[in-house]
């Protein structure tokens, strides 16, 4: 296994996380602390790449040596399961009921890998609890565990930097890391873990119940309310009340509004007082739209608000009803609910919509990576040229 060369993969059900899946590979959705390739990189102790879509490819490209261990990009790694994968001899795979989790290839196996239709030559079953992202609402429903799995794993041998003594510190479930400022604030962490990132800030005022996760470099604003399980990633900012959501970086949500039981991609903003439902007025089920079936499902949650793709915005003053979907590169503003499921490349609101031009929406992306000292580069140019054209059906 030392030697092993690592690739994590995008299964059948891939079309089930869309809109976040339009712009990366499942592994690099932001569960927890950390991505899902982060978990698997951190317990193997080795770097991987991706199988996934063609038009993806380019930016997460495949890397193949003379042997090859495939690992599906949508499970939660665990300590038990490593160790049985790392058993895995050549030409064997590792399934639990009809998931392929992983399986060795050598170099031509693993150049024409597809998950769908290769036959092994020999399967094992993996006997163990197995923790897969399958859905949407998977992300925040999950959140709260993959919190504590990588609060135990990241801080396990590190010492915390000291809280200041002008906080309010509620149990000892709170990891600080160096650079992080955190003032006149008041964490409660008994009921799940709180890790602080480096140079992440809570301002004055805020209030904090865990599980929560403020990535490196992120913000929460002074006066906001964070319920748990909550995730804020890597240079992104909140403020207002904010429950059960994950936000996967580079995005804002900076001003008083509610976001609730929600998935908020990358480089995405909402403006103040933005709000979304979570709950039907009649708690019922909540149904979502689902791009595999092209029709909305049924979640099996009373609590499920917004999932927002990458690169889309609303205006001051948007409500979004409950189990509303928002594709890649939308604009939603205006008074009023808009449809529960605004395709992408969408610029309007309740009175309707237009197509976003996609060439438009490039110079919004590059001048949003320039504030962050980032480039957005052709790579990234070429993935919103396809999703344009993938997603034209959904704008008719």
């Known amino acids: ?36 390739r ?37 499970v939660f790694p665990t300590a038990n399961l490593v160790q049985s994968i790392q058993n895995l001899e050549p030409g064997k795979a ?14 031509d196996s693993a150049n024409s890998f597809d998950p769908a239709k290769d036959d092994w030559s020999d399967t094992e079953t993996y006997s163990g609890n197995l923790s897969k992202l399958s859905a949407l609402w998977d992300i925040f429903s999950m959140n709260g565990e993959q919190i504590q799995a990588d609060f135990d794993m990241i801080t396990a041998g590190k010492t915390s930097q000291k809280a200041s003594s002008t906080n309010n510190i509620i149990g000892n479930n709170l990891f600080i890391e160096n650079g992080a400022i955190v003032e006149y604030a008041t964490i409660n962490t008994e009921r799940g873990a709180v890790y602080i990132g480096k140079d992440a800030e809570i301002m004055e005022g805020s209030l904090i119940r865990g599980p929560f996760a403020l990535c490196e470099g992120a913000q929460v604003k002074m006066g906001t309310k964070v319920y748990g399980p909550t995730t804020v990633g890597p240079g992104s900012r909140i403020g207002g009340e904010v429950t059960n959501c994950v936000i996967q970086a580079y995005s804002n949500k ?5 976001l609730g039981n929600s998935v908020i991609g990358e480089w995405c903003n909402l403006g103040a007082d933005t709000n979304n439902s979570n709950l039907k007025n009649n708690y019922g089920e909540v149904k979502m739209w689902n791009y595999a079936q092209r029709d909305y499902q049924p979640t099996g949650l009373q609590f499920c608000g917004l999932v927002m793709g990458d690169h889309s915005k609303a205006g001051i003053n948007t409500m979004f009803n ?71 059906e959904f704008r008719t």
Do not use: C
């Open 38 to 74: 982060e978990k698997w990189e951190a317990l193997l102790g080795k770097s991987t790449s991706s199988s996934t879509e063609s038009y993806l490819s380019a930016k997460f490209p495949l890397e193949v040596a003379s042997e090859n261990l495939f690992i599906n990009g949508s």
């Open 254 to 258: 900076g001003h008083d509004g509610f």
């Open 94 to 107: 590792l399934v639990h009921g009809d998931v392929l989790v992983a399986g060795v290839l050598d170099a």
């Open 322 to 392: 409950t189990g509303t979907v928002v594709g890649v590169n939308a604009n939603v503003f205006g008074s009023g609910f808009p449809n529960k499921f605004i395709p992408s490349f969408s610029w309007g609101g309740a009175q309707g919509f237009s197509t976003f031009d996609v060439e438009k929406a490039k110079e919004v992306a590059v001048k949003m990576y320039e504030r962050r000292g980032l480039e957005f580069d052709k790579n990234d140019q070429d993935i919103l040229n396809n999703i344009f054209e993938m997603t034209k």
């Open 1 to 36: 296994m030392s030697a092993m060369n690592v690739v994590l993969f995008d299964d059948q059900q891939r079309a089930n996380l869309l809109p976040l899946a339009y712009t990366r590979p499942v592994a690099d959705i932001r569960v927890g602390i950390i991505t899902i």
